[in-house]
């Protein structure tokens, strides 16, 4: 049986299917409303993107740690998607058109070590918000995204950068990232530590720990 971290997941996954009936076809996860909008939700202020001071940090247990300009990351290759949010305050919004770099560069580029079986993205403000590697890898749509309906991110959804990984709840997507950071134990990230849940799966609600 293979080793693949990749397959391991489509392997639990298949194992315990969760997703109950619902009008959209299996797309609406359970305790979720559809919207049309894009609610803002975050902790605190905006911050002021400075294109000639930022940067994004990627280090850890890597084996090639790497850091960007603003200038250098635009020019990194990029893919569109499409596909459905899910917000733990209980909002999804099907069909959304995101663009970045995808995670399958960054692994890569960066090369994990072995004993690496989380992430931290670092925001500004001190946000963090920690997400299973495996989580990660299970997510195709995965990426470090910057235009959302083929426009730069607006500053309340994260301009000019925002981790995204649409099938985990939408806080695990965090805003202003500056830095993501390989670890091989996990550690809570900000509203983690305010007990919401360390993985944050909308089709088993885990919302709260």
Not at 142 to 149: F, I, P, R, T, V
Request: charged share 30%; proline share 10%.
């Amino acid at each position: 049986m293979t080793d693949d971290p990749l397959e391991k997941v489509r392997r639990l996954k298949r194992a315990n299917p969760k997703r109950p009936f619902d009008p959209k076809g299996g797309r609406l996860p359970p305790g979720q409303y559809l919207t049309e909008k894009f609610p803002v939700l975050h902790y605190g202020g905006v911050p002021r993107f400075d294109p000639f001071n930022w940067d994004l940090k990627i280090w850890g247990l890597v084996e090639n740690p790497v850091r960007f300009t603003w200038k250098e990351f635009q020019k990194l290759p990029t893919q569109r998607v499409v596909c459905d949010i899910h917000c733990v305050t209980r909002w999804s919004k099907l069909d959304t058109p995101w663009e970045g770099v995808p995670w399958s560069w960054v692994m890569e580029t960066v090369k994990p070590k072995p004993e690496a079986q989380f992430v931290m993205a670092h925001c500004d403000f001190d946000f963090t918000a920690n997400v299973p590697l495996e989580e990660m890898l299970a997510d195709e749509n995965a990426m470090l995204a910057y235009k959302y309906d083929d426009k730069p991110l607006e500053p309340d959804h994260g301009y000019p950068l925002r981790l995204f990984v649409p099938h985990l709840y939408f806080w695990k997507s965090a805003k202003w990232l500056r830095g993501i950071e390989f670890m091989a134990n996990d550690r809570a990230g900000f509203w983690e530590g305010y007990g919401y849940h360390m993985r944050g799966d909308p089709w088993t609600e885990e919302r709260f720990s």
